[in-house]
């Protein structure tokens, strides 16, 4: 489920299948809602497995925040989910951090601040 962690960074804690997929679609839709797009960090830390529709998400979120100037972080990544994100390639696209605290900081530094 997103939270607000401030005015302009949404954090998202996700959870294995089958709510992965919901809270993906949850978040793109709550953010093709809105005027003013906030940074965004995936924390993976309770997701055991990926699939491909989980790509195609992550794909089209970070296309929708790229596309307003805004950050994606993914963070505290599994190794199982990490061996599916580098096999496809995806590890060169994400930004990843180990945790949430470096996730953040991360956009605020980019952010400026």
Known sequence: ?????????????????PALSDELNG???????M???PHVVLNFQHVSYVNSSNLAQLLKLRKLLDGAGRGL???S???DVFSVI???GLDKLFSIAPDPLTALAGLQIEDGG
């Open 1 to 17: 489920m997103p939270v607000d962690w401030s005015d302009d960074i949404v954090v998202a804690d996700l959870a294995d299948e």
């Open 27 to 33: 978040l793109i839709e709550r953010l093709e809602q």
């Open 35 to 37: 005027d003013d797009l």
């Open 73 to 75: 972080r993914l963070c």
């Open 77 to 79: 990544i599994t190794p």
């Open 86 to 88: 580098r096999v496809t």
